[in-house]
């Protein structure tokens, strides 16, 4: 899901540039709608995009608001809105075999998880996903880097509808990672999204109640895990 992401970012900066040959002033307005256009046709769900500006001598792109609607039969507001998105870049790296982006910052992440019985909206964008990823192909495909990816102000929900009704509300870490690809951007984001949700959901379980005693940086390791009957790392995306 996060290589996907990246490769529709970095085409998007590429878009972008390619407008400006259509039009100067209309450039945002035309990023805006490719951008919204490749999303939703890689998730499959609604995408709008909001406030798009495209600075490309700057070196900057920034854009307010970035929503995912939910897969039909959800009842949460939206899957995913980011907010606050600011990409720093060189101009002339855009145009090399590696695009190398100088940093992303996004500062505001809503998550809404919803599990119904048996559908899960997160599960079923993923899935969508995982079925329009191309092969790795052999060729000369462009690799887009990251030096810097900031997230922060990051707030989940995780809602279940089923036989008795929950809703808990998650302040997730914010997390912050270097040198990330095209090629290594899921591997590293699943990781420490997982520890900070799994972080996040301990802290509001009373300690004194469990048989053991949860402390470090990551809590999965703390965890008994080859004592529990299912596979833990298999409910990752």
Do not use: C, Y
């Amino acid at each position: 899901m996060a290589k996907r992401a990246l490769k529709i970012l970095g085409g998007g900066v590429a878009i972008a540039v390619l407008a400006l040959g259509i039009g100067w002033f209309s450039r945002n307005a035309i990023l805006e709608s490719a951008l919204e256009g490749a999303i939703q046709d890689t998730t499959g769900v609604s995408t709008d995009v909001e406030g798009l500006n495209f600075q490309p001598f700057a070196g900057d792109l920034t854009i307010k608001a970035i929503t995912l609607k939910n897969p039909q039969g959800f009842s949460t507001p939206h899957l995913v809105k980011v907010q606050n998105l600011d990409l720093d870049f060189q101009l002339s790296n855009l145009w090399q075999d590696q695009v190398e982006l100088e940093a992303l910052t996004v500062n505001g992440l809503d998550l809404k998880v919803e599990q119904q019985i048996p559908d899960n909206n997160l599960v079923k964008v993923v899935d969508t996903l995982q079925e329009k990823e191309q092969p790795e192909s052999s060729g000369n495909e462009k690799v887009v880097k990251i030096g810097r990816l900031s997230i922060r102000n990051i707030k989940a929900s995780i809602k279940v509808n089923a036989i008795i009704d929950l809703e808990e509300n998650l302040d997730i870490d914010d997390i912050e990672l270097t040198d990330v690809t095209s090629k290594n951007a899921e591997g590293k984001l699943s990781v420490a999204i997982a520890n900070a949700v799994t972080t996040a959901l301990l802290e509001k379980i009373p300690q004194d109640g469990l048989p053991i005693n949860i402390d470090g940086d990551n809590p999965l390791k703390d965890l008994p895990i080859d004592d529990i009957p299912i596979d833990i790392e298999g409910l990752i995306p």
